[in-house]
């Protein structure tokens, strides 16, 4: 079964940075795969923020593009995330999972929070 485990993130005021990262276990396909990153902030729905491809592209939302860098590392199944410039609205839970259709359980996601 796979399972996602999201780490990092934290409290920081704005204009700060942060990284979250993800591994995946028993994804034997991760390299293959199109993968995002997601966040859901408080009373919203999750949306994603960015993705990346098998071949290393990445696509970003409009509210991140220019701050934020989506990366992976195949060898050992993790997603990263660094989110620079830091605004008060990109407070959240962020997760990761498969992109644009999310196709797995949802991790327990990494809290990022910005005080402006």
């Known amino acids: 079964q796979v399972q996602l485990v999201e780490s990092g993130g934290g409290s920081v005021e704005a204009g700060d940075s942060l990284s979250v990262s993800c591994v995946i276990d028993?994804?034997?396909?991760?390299?293959?795969?199109?993968m995002g990153w997601y966040r859901q902030a408080p009373g919203k729905q999750r949306e994603l923020v960015a993705s990346?491809?098998?071949?290393?592209?990445?696509n970003y939302s409009d509210f991140v593009k220019g701050r934020f860098t989506i990366s992976r590392e195949n060898a050992r199944n993790t997603l990263n995330l660094q989110l620079n410039s830091l605004k008060f609205e990109d407070t959240g839970l962020y997760y990761c999972?498969?992109?644009?259709?999310?196709?797995?359980?949802w991790g327990q996601g990494a809290q990022v929070t910005v005080s402006s």
């Open positions: 999972n498969t992109s644009t259709v999310p196709l797995y359980s």
């Open positions: 028993n994804f034997a396909s991760f390299s293959l795969r199109t």
């Open positions: 990346i491809y098998k071949n290393g592209s990445t």
